[in-house]
């Protein structure tokens, strides 16, 4: 028997497609120019099923041993697994030959620690820099005046796929500026890459539940959804 929170899955993916579409729309932009990732942090397996059934595809954790676990317990969906929480260099052994996508490379010294486990990958790794846009002391990214050295520490590797830039703006204040500045980032240190780099450096990890119609409006390539897509988190708010 279905439980009812998961029944109420399906009809909320639908709603949030359509209102992605909207704002595409409304920006001038393909209405296939933005991809859903559902953060299932804390959500239950049956969750995620549900959420695979509705034909969402992408979904983002932010604990390694979380998303491990889900990992083999989901093995028989086809899910594309986004790790978009603090990655400790110790856990890119684990996580990096299983992952579709990192939103949060904060370090040259994450990159070497990750280029040993991209051998034997079917596709390249797909990374996102993270860049600390507001200056918080409390998040972790990239400074933006750092970002050219951390751009410049990630090689042409057949592993790797750079992307682009991924923000989480402050709680508390307007988050279009941030959005804003992240777009102007990834603008202006594209020319700066190399010609390979250049051909993928487009996308914009950026955009919540409460803020991601404003994220496709600065021209957002990904929204990272949990609350408006499977309701408060599980054991907590």
């Not at 491990?68 to 986004?82: G, N, V, Y």
């Not at 010294?109 to 990958?121: D, I």
């Not at 204040?173 to 992240?182: R, Y």
Request: charge should be neutral; glycine fraction near 8%; aromatic fraction near 4%.
């Amino acid at each position: 028997m279905i439980n009812p929170s998961e029944s109420r899955i399906a009809p909320r993916i639908e709603v949030v497609r359509r209102r992605i579409e909207l704002a595409c729309r409304a920006a001038g932009r393909p209405v296939d120019a933005v991809t859903l990732l559902a953060v299932s942090k804390t959500q239950p397996d049956a969750a995620i099923r549900a959420a695979v059934a509705a034909g969402q595809r992408d979904f983002g954790e932010n604990y390694a041993q979380e998303l491990l676990t889900k990992m083999d317990a989901l093995a028989d969906q086809p899910i594309r697994w986004h790790f978009i929480g603090h990655l400790q260099r110790n856990k890119a052994k684990k996580l990096v030959p299983r992952l579709y996508a990192l939103h949060t490379l904060d370090s040259p010294r994450l990159v070497e620690a990750m280029l040993p486990h991209l051998h034997g990958r079917e596709r390249p790794l797909q990374i996102y820099v993270q860049v600390n846009v507001a200056g918080e002391a409390q998040k972790s990214g990239v400074a933006p005046a750092e970002l050219a050295e951390m751009l410049a520490a990630i090689p042409l590797h057949p592993g790797l796929e750079l992307c682009g830039l991924m923000t989480m703006p402050p709680f508390d204040v307007d988050p279009t500026p941030h959005f804003v500045e992240l777009a102007r980032l990834l603008e202006r240190h594209r020319s700066a890459l190399p010609p390979e780099q250049q051909l993928t450096f487009s996308g914009l990890s950026m955009g919540m539940s409460d803020d991601f119609e404003r994220a496709i409006g600065c021209g957002s390539t990904v929204v990272r959804l949990g609350t408006v897509l499977f309701g408060p988190r599980q054991g907590g708010t």
